[in-house]
């Protein structure tokens, strides 16, 4: 768009020497030429606007961006994985819960979160991937470390063994 803005001056200052050669030749005249040297003064100095353009934006003391506070926290959380040397990679968590309830799900999926952590020290991951909510646990790299963790899981908490299984994920890992 902003190239379009740039061209606009040059555009009119091409017509009226462009329907003065076409009503010259309507005429029967020769054609005057156009003069190339004014033409190419104007749109060297189009091209000096045009590469300072982005610095009259940051300049323009009315602009307010506004966002949601989210993103900073997200954009925030990336720093600070970062950071802390966290790279997220292909891997591999077991998922202990996943509903479509309209009504339980999430909150049984915050409850469920709530008791894992009293019992473990684990990564624990609630996930909305519409319609469903689910439960994830862990960072693993392997298969083999994931289902050894669901084996454990499973022991501790036997009335979860039925729901537990070991899904393909992105894991953060140090």
Known sequence: MKRFLVYIPVLLLMLPAESAR???VAE????????????TAVTD????LVLSYPQILIDMPNVH???????TLLMEEKIAGIER???EVAGFRVQIYSSNHP?????????LE???????????????ASPSWKVRLGD????????EFRDSIKQLFPDLADYTYIVRDQVKIR
Not at 116 to 126: A, D, E, F, N
Not at 140 to 147: D, G, I, K, N
């Open 114 to 128: 709530q008791r894992i952590k009293q019992v473990l020290p684990v990564s624990v991951y609630v996930i909305y």
């Open 65 to 71: 961006v506004e966002q949601d506070s989210l993103i």
């Open 140 to 147: 693993f790299r392997t298969e083999a470390e994931a289902a």
């Open 85 to 87: 040397g966290e790279q």
């Open 28 to 39: 029967g005249a020769t054609a005057s030429p156009v003069d190339t040297a004014a033409l």
């Open 103 to 111: 009504q339980r799900a999430k909150s049984e999926a915050l409850q």
């Open 45 to 48: 100095s189009l091209a000096s």
């Open 22 to 24: 076409g009503q010259a």
